[in-house]
């Protein structure tokens, strides 16, 4: 919402005022006529609550913009029971327009498992098809270029990003992902052990899986992060890996990007960090996370979904 | 045929080439600005111009035609009449309805064109008198160029036109005037008309010739070849008649806290604009760019801004155009460009630089070598001279500046480009010196 402009200025149209010199006005372009800064953007800071989970993505402090993405909702299965879902995807920066990539997938992803559960399809499948319909809209992308984009550098690769997602029901706990935006559990009980639920496709995760590196020392070339997998035009063969986990405990699932999983590596670092109280505040345990890899350094977008299980009938489900 | 009440102005376009990423802490921010107009008659332009005018129409425009006909113009004598011919040539370039005159340039200017203070309208009848008052010339006298400026302001300031120009041509050094005298009737015309210089022999002053075509914002060469001048004040006519916006703009917005460098025209030619801002408003300023035709030309813009964080985003510098308008008001053309900054800890992406950026940066680099070069080699530093002109064969030859590379070449024995190895010339036609020093601004656009 656009503030009262102050001061003498014309009436009309009502500019914002500047947050970074609080004397200038905003232009038409979002930069301050006063200081020139750019003006905070709807993504560089997104909440979202909805019904039992809940998500938070934020820019950082070392990236101009955030490319990173969620979509959360909640849902009823055929038989009435209640189903909670959190996609995160994160942005190729190296690619073209990684920040509508990740807009893209997320809300296709999202959109397909909503339409999918109340349907019977079992979760599991619905995650694998909903992340084909998240490849398939960051496809459309590319085929519908930026001309500006295009004419500047032909050459420039097609958009692309990464993604996780998880389907909670009230027995089952079902993940999918492509790339390294991960999925972790954290029981509620914290002397049951937390674990991480999804393998990154990674330059280090494969070296490690290969048994050519030590865990250690394949995280720390210059490397490790090299995705080997992600959605996109540029992705020759997509694989999207599904698992489904059947808890025998509460707990709450930890959907992220690598700029939180960047600080609290391991499932034990992440369940350090997650509030006590998160299955039942999702927001404020999301907000904690984010402002634990901000008080980190912030390098990359920080977007993180909490998502309790089981699943509990909510008054209302969003369809 | 269409009538236009009010003359439009082709379209312009202004495009920005920079890389908007700084390291932490980095604050020099760099740009280059392709302003491009169209819409006089350009076919196959993306742009949907109409066409401004018809064909042999034009807007309404005036000219002066400035000749040297100081003692010198007589030796040889071929220099006067070459010069006839030349004048002759461009008054045969006018277009029908173009107002102009001719004024014989020595110590004083004197009126050879109609006469009485006044403008001619070009048309069968005038054109033919004007070729039979060129005859009148005679070479006798001395050179002050600023009377000769001073009065085709004066005959251009009679007429209600859109388009004002002149064309000068000398001979000689200008020294019946102190520079002062030259300057201030310069400045006194700077904005109000422009001009293209032209110094025919060897017996000019290449920084006389050069400093006015910079001030009245039109071109300069030699012609060391008289017989070289008809077709060239033809060409210098053709292109004056193809102007069809006078006294247009670069408006330059930065925020507060920010410091413009330099604001310079980089192609055709190097250009220095930075002290010719006029404030406009608050942290906005104009800086001319004469008349336009259809062309394109390259700005270099350097803006220093306060260091901003990690990820911070701002805007260095907003650009447009505009034209002055009579009552004090301007026009604005529409066209805009921004200049960003963007600090991220990208190393990758903060120390790349610019191709457009580096390229002109050399260019700018080149025409500085040469000028330094010769300067030097005037004054006898031979080892300062080869380095500088060495480093001119090198930037030259690296950016695929032929043409300087050519002119060079007639001063210096090239040993191996790549390297700007050089030896300088024992002996140096001064035709050559002079045209390498005249053409050291020229540059070349990106290779692509």
Redesign the interface.
């Given at each position: 919402m656009a503030a009262e402009p102050v001061g003498q200025h014309s009436a009309g149209d009502a500019a914002a005022v500047c947050v970074a010199c609080r004397a200038g006005r905003v232009d038409d372009d979002g930069y301050c006529e006063n200081c020139g800064h750019a003006q905070p953007r709807e993504r560089d800071h997104m909440e979202q609550e909805c019904g039992p989970l809940a998500a938070v993505s934020d820019r950082g402090l070392r990236h101009h913009r955030n490319e990173d993405a969620f979509g959360v909702g909640t849902t009823a299965l055929p038989d009435g029971s209640p189903a909670s879902v959190a996609i995160v995807c994160d942005g190729v920066s190296s690619a073209t327009r990684p920040d509508e990539a990740s807009a893209a997938a997320s809300r296709a992803a999202s959109e397909s498992l909503l339409a999918a559960l109340p349907r019977g399809t079992h979760p599991q499948q619905a995650m694998h098809d909903a992340i084909i319909a998240a490849s398939d809209a960051v496809n459309a992308l590319a085929d519908a270029p930026d001309p500006a984009a295009r004419e500047q550098d032909p050459h420039q690769n097609a958009p692309a990003c990464t993604i996780v997602g998880a389907v909670v029901t009230q027995g089952l706990l079902v993940v999918g992902w492509v790339g390294d935006s991960r999925a972790y559990w954290v029981p509620v009980d914290r002397s049951a052990p937390a674990a991480r639920l999804t393998e990154d496709d990674s330059w280090a995760a494969q070296m490690v899986a290969a048994g050519l590196m030590g865990e250690a020392e394949a995280y720390a070339d210059h490397r490790a992060h090299a995705i080997t997998g992600w959605l996109g035009a540029d992705a020759y063969e997509l694989e999207p890996h599904t698992a489904s986990f059947k808890p025998d405990r509460p707990g709450v699932v930890v959907v992220c990007t690598d700029g939180l999983w960047n600080y609290a590596e391991s499932a034990d670092d992440m369940a350090e960090v997650v509030p006590a109280d998160a299955a039942v505040r999702p927001l404020h345990g999301a907000r904690v996370l984010v402002g634990h890899a901000l008080d980190g350094g912030g390098h990359d977008n920080v977007t993180v979904a909490l998502v309790p299980f089981p699943a509990v009938p909510q008054g209302a489900g969003s369809a | 045929m269409a009538i236009f009440s009010k003359p439009n102005v082709p379209q312009f376009s202004v495009d920005v080439y920079q890389n908007e990423y700084l390291p932490e802490g980095g604050s020099e921010v760099n740009a280059i600005v392709t302003v491009t107009a169209t819409g006089g008659g350009t076919i196959g332009s993306a742009l949907t111009a109409p066409h401004v005018y018809s064909p042999g129409e034009g807007p309404s425009a005036a000219v002066v035609l400035m000749v040297d006909c100081s003692g010198s113009m007589d030796y040889p004598p071929t220099k006067m009449r070459n010069a006839r011919d030349a004048t002759a040539a461009a008054i045969d370039a006018l277009r029908d309805g173009v107002h102009f005159a001719v004024v014989g340039g020595t110590h004083v200017a004197k009126e050879v064109y109609p006469g009485a203070g006044e403008l001619a309208v070009a048309d069968a009848a005038t054109r033919d008198q004007a070729k039979e008052a060129l005859r009148k010339l005679s070479a006798g006298g001395g050179t002050a160029i600023g009377t000769w400026l001073r009065l085709a302001d004066r005959l251009l300031a009679s007429a209600d036109v859109a388009i004002r120009h002149g064309i000068l041509l000398t001979d000689g050094r200008n020294e019946h005037e102190s520079p002062e005298d030259l300057k201030v009737a310069l400045d006194s015309c700077a904005g109000r008309f422009t001009c293209d210089a032209r110094g025919v022999g060897t017996d000019w002053e290449v920084k006389e010739v050069t400093g006015i075509a910079s001030a009245l914002l039109g071109t300069a060469d030699i012609v060391a070849d008289p017989s070289g001048l008809a077709a060239d004040f033809t060409q210098m006519m053709e292109t004056a008649m193809g102007k069809e916006v006078a006294d247009v703009s670069l408006r330059l917005w930065?925020?507060?806290?920010?410091a413009v460098k330099f604001v310079k025209q980089v192609a055709p030619t190097v250009e220095e604009l930075t002290g010719r801002r006029t404030e406009t408003g608050p942290r906005a300023g104009d800086y001319p760019l004469g008349s336009w035709g259809d062309e394109s030309r390259d700005y270099h813009v350097c803006v220093e801004?306060p260091p901003?964080?990690?990820?911070?985003?701002?805007?260095?510098a907003r650009l447009s155009l505009v034209i002055a308008q009579p009552d004090g008001s301007v026009q604005n053309l529409g066209a805009q460009g921004?200049v960003r900054a963007?600090?991220?800890?990208d190393m990758a992406a903060s120390t790349a630089i610019h191709p457009q950026v580096a390229h002109y940066t050399g260019q700018a680099e080149l025409a500085h070598a040469i000028q330094e070069g010769l300067d030097l080699r005037k004054a006898g530093d031979i080892d300062g001279a080869t380095a500088k002109l060495g480093r001119a064969v090198q930037l030259a030859s690296a950016s695929g500046n032929a043409d300087t590379a050519k002119l060079l070449a007639k001063v210096v024995d090239v040993v191996d480009a790549a390297t700007g190895t050089v030896r300088l010339k024992a002996k140096v036609e001064e035709a050559d010196e002079m045209t390498l020093e005249t053409r050291s601004t020229k540059t070349v656009r990106v290779k692509k």
């Open positions: - | 930065t925020p507060v806290g920010t801004v901003a964080g990690i990820g911070r985003e701002m805007l260095a921004l963007v600090w991220t800890d």
